[in-house]
């Protein structure tokens, strides 16, 4: 976006003037007002979107709704609940199957062991 008055050209050559506190101060204001901005589009982004669907006899809750794709993935039933663990380590080692293998796992199976042996 051109600066056609000058005001930030002016700004950036007075930022080597400035104390470290008031660059510290200046870089608050700016990301307060970038908050602010962010804050304004998106609620005047969802007036609109809310405005449109109302035209259209639809929420905006409809909308956001029916533009999941289909088949798109849910959060799993277990999400989050404790697993039991599947393998057991020779130092009392646990591990559940998910996720990345440990390392004590990615040894023994190294040493020509079998990932078998470790099940519970």
Known sequence: M???DG????LIAALPGLSME???MLSDAIEKAREDMATAGRA??????????ERLGLSVEELVGAAAPEGSRSQRSDAGKK???????PNGEEWTGRGRMPNWLA??????RSRDEFLI
Do not use: I, Q
């Open 22 to 24: 008031e660059l510290g």
């Open 44 to 53: 005047a982004l969802l007036e609109e979107f809310r405005l449109k669907a």
């Open 83 to 89: 697993v039991a663990a599947k393998y057991r380590g």
């Open 7 to 10: 005001k930030l050209e002016t």
């Open 2 to 4: 051109p600066d056609s």
């Open 107 to 112: 040894a023994m199976e190294a040493e020509g």
